[in-house]
C-alpha cells in the first residue's frame, strides 16, 4: 500500500540530495527497480513457498520452516490415491471444454449483430447485456435452481453448461468491444464482392477477431476451471460430479491436516492455468484490457 | 450496414421500410440464443423470485406467507452481520484495490529494464485460481505453519492468526485481493500509456514535479477507467463468495462429510458475506422464499452500481456506428 505512492515520494527525495541531473537521474532508476524487485518478492512469495510446502514431510510443513528437509516427490503420487483427482480433473476438463465451445457458438453472432448492425433497440439490447453481465448470479438463483432440479439435474454439472448455448453476457461484451473497432470497410468490401451477413462473418470478421474470440475463449475456460460457486451449487455431495476447485477446499478437512498434500493438490489446480498463460501471454493481456472501458 | 445499403439505392419510401424490417428480422436471428437465455434466465427467474418472497417454500410445500419473509429480514441477525462484512469489504477493499492497482501499473509504465518480466510476475498471481490462492493464504498466514510469522517474527512484530481472528480475518482477505490486483493493473497500464506523451513534455518544462505530473495530469485524463474499475469493482465485491466460503473453511477445519454442518463466517462471522447467507439459507436450509428476499435486496444495491456504470456507458455507446 505504501508503495503506491512511493515512485514519486522518491522522486522528489533525491532532487535535495543529489547535484547533477544524471546523478538524480540514476537513483530514480535505482530507486523504481528496487520497488520493482521487492514487489516481485511478495507477489511470488506465496507462489514459491506453495511449492516448497508441496515437498515437504507431513510434519515438516506443521512447522514454520521454509525450505524442505527432503524433497518428497511422492506427495504428488499420494494425493490421487487419497482423493479420486482424476474424476476430478476429467470432470473439470468437460466443464470447460463444453461450456467455452458452447459459449463461443452461441456468443459470437450476438456479438457481431451487437457490434455491425443496425436495428431498432440496439442500445437498449446492449444496455441489458451489461445488466445481466454486471447483476450477481445469486440475485436469480433460486428459480433456476428449481427449474433445473425439475429436470432432475441438479447433482451434475450440466445445468452450468447447457445455458453456454444461449450466449453468455461478458463474452457477448468483451467480442462486442473488439469488432466494434473492425473498421466498416471491411465488410463493406466483402459485400461488394457478394458476400452474404453470414459469410462475411465467417469469412471475414472472424479471422480478424482471431485475438478477441481466443482471449474470451480463455477466460471462459480458466472461469470453468476455478469455479466454486457454481460447482457448490449444483454437483451436490456425490464426488464423482465434484470439480478441481470442488475438492480442493474439502480436500485439506478430509485428510486431518496434511498440509503438504493439500498445497501439492493446490499446484495441480494452479499448473494447467499458469502453463497456458506463459504460452499466451499476450491474448490474455490484450483481452484484459478490452474489460476495462476506455 | 443497413443504411449504407440504404443510401446506396437511395429508394422510395415503402421499400426503405420494407429494407428495415428485414435489418430489424435479420439482427431478432443472431440475437435469438441471447433473448431465449435472456428470458429463460433472467427475466423469469427474476419475476419468480418476486412471488417466492411471499411464500415459505422448502421443495416440498409451498405456503403463502405475505410479508413475514420481509418482516424476517429485519430480525435477522446473521443477515445484517453479513451486510456488513460486504460493507466492510466494499470501503476497504474495493479502494486499497484501485490504489494498489494504480500503483503498480504506474511504477511498470516508467520502468526502463525488464517491464515485461515485471508485468508478467504482477499478473501471475491474479491467475491463480480462487480456492487454490486462498489455501495457500490460509496456510500462509497461519501463526502456527505458514512463513508469515516466520518473517514477521524475524523483524520482531508478532503476526496476528489471520483467518483465526475475527478483527483480523477480513484483512486477511484483503491481504489476498491484493495479491491478485494483477487485472486491474493492466488495465490501468493501458489506460496510462494512452496519455498523451506532449501533456507530460510540456509540464516538464513549465518545472512540474512528477507528483504534480501526476495529480494534473494523469489522474484527470485515466478518471474514467479508475471510475469504471471502482464501480465494478464494487459490484464484483458484492457478489464476494468463494475466497470467504473456502477461508473459513479451512481455518476452522470442518469437514464436509454427510452429518456435519459447515455454516460460513468462521472465525465467529466475520467473514459472512451477504451472498453467502444467501446461499445458506437458500440451498443449505432450503429457506428458500426467505432466501429470494435476500436475493431481490442483492439486486437492489448492484441495481444502484449498475446503473452508474451504465450513465457512464450511454455517452461511450453512442459515439460509434
Redesign the interface.
Known sequence: MTATLAPETIARRPAASTRSPRGRALLYWIAKHAIAVALSIMFLGPLVFIILTAFMSNRQALTSQLWPQTWNWSNFADIFEKAPLLTWISNTVMYSVLATAFMLVSSIPVAYALAKFRFRGRKLAFLLVITTMMLPPQVVAVPIYLVWARFHLTGTLWPLIIPMLLGDAFSIFLLRQFLVTIPREYSDAARVDGCGEFRTLIRVILPMARPAIAAVGLFQFFFCWNDYYGPLLYAGTDQSHWTLSLGLAAFKSQHSTQWNLTMAATILAMAPVIVVFFFAQKVFIEGVKLTGVK | ????TLGRRGKAAPFRTRERRR??L???L??S??I???G???A???I??VY?SFQRYD?FTLEPVGLLNWKYFLRDDAAWTSIKNTLWLVVVMVP?RV??G???A???T?????AGV????????S???????T???V??LNP????V??ILGAVGIPSPDWFGDPAWSKWGLTLLA??SVG?LM???M??LL?VPKQLYEAAALDGA???QQ?TRITLPVIR??VM??AV?GV?QT??Y??QA??AA??AS??????GSVFTPGYPDGSTLTF?EW??QE??RDFA?GY??VL??I??AV??I??LI??R???G???E??
Open positions: 450496414m443497413a443504411t449504407a435489418a430489424n435479420r439482427a431478432l443472431y440475437l440464443p441471447w431465449v437465455g435472456f429463460v434466465f433472467f423469469y427467474p427474476l419468480s423470485t417466492f421443495m486499497l490504489v494498489f494504480l500503483g503498480v504506474q511504477l511498470v516508467k520502468l526502463k529494464a525488464g515485471f508485468r508478467t510476475i504482477f499478473y501471475l498471481p491467475l491463480v485460481p480462487l480456492v487454490a490462492g489455501l495457500g493464504f496456510y500462509l502456527g505453519t505458514g512463513p510469522q516466520a491484493l495479491w487485472d493492466v488495465i490501468f493501458a489506460a494512452d514535479s512528477a507528483w501526476f474514467p477507467v469504471f474499475s465494478t459490484i458484492l457478489q463468495f468463494t466460503m473456502v473453511r479451512v477445519g470442518a469437514t464436509d462429510s454427510a451472498p444467501l446461499f437458500g440451498f428458500m432466501a429470494c436475493a431481490l442483492l439486486f448492484s441495481m452500481f449498475t456504470l451504465l457512464q456507458f450511454r461511450f455507446s453512442e460509434e456506428a
